[in-house]
């Protein structure tokens, strides 16, 4: 791999394939544009707040129907949980396909990457629409409810 410029995070290229791929023979400025472009599809660091996310909380949330919903869309291995959505990805190998701050990203607010997706914004307050007045200005889930998901997501690496 070429040299980095300062400010280049070497675990940051080495973590994803892509980018790794992209960064053989980049000059130290296209390898810094190469490392900002992967920032921009996930949110790197824990949402303020919030702690190290637990698995098995994130199961619990992923697993409730009334609060995260992911089954109304998703599928997931869990096993125990019938009438599991079909509309969206299976979150089976969820872990395998997205690294961490990808999946935050994908919770939080997955409209950045898809203007157009029908997902919610679990961590966003500002231009939503069809809001009911008692939700206005509060979140789906906390920033620790998500963190928890995503840790729960990122054990899932085998796919179906």
């Known amino acids: 791999m070429t040299a980095m410029t300062e400010g280049t995070d070497p675990d940051t290229v080495a973590a994803s394939p892509w980018l790794a791929t992209v960064a053989r ?4 400025v296209l390898l810094a544009l190469a490392s900002h472009a992967q920032a ?3 949110i790197p660091n824990p949402l303020p ?3 190290a996310g637990d698995p098995q909380r994130g199961r619990a949330i992923v697993a409730d129907r009334h609060v995260g919903l992911c089954l109304l869309c998703h599928s997931a291995p869990i096993p125990e949980e019938r009438f ?3 509309l969206a990805p299976s979150l089976a190998g969820a872990g395998a396909r997205w690294t ?3 999946l935050r990203l994908r919770i939080a607010d997955s409209s950045r990457l898809n203007p157009q997706t029908i997902m919610p914004s679990y961590f966003r307050t500002e231009g939503l629409a069809r809001v009911a007045p008692a939700h206005a200005g509060k979140t789906i889930l906390s ?3 998500i963190e928890d ?3 729960y997501l990122s054990t899932l690496k085998d796919t179906p």
Request: net charge negative; no cysteine; proline share 9%.
């Open 49 to 51: 707040g919030a702690t």
């Open 143 to 145: 920033a620790q409810q």
């Open 25 to 28: 023979g980049l000059s130290p």
């Open 40 to 42: 921009l599809d996930g």
């Open 100 to 102: 961490v701050p990808q």
């Open 84 to 86: 599991q959505g079909d």
């Open 149 to 151: 998901v995503v840790a």
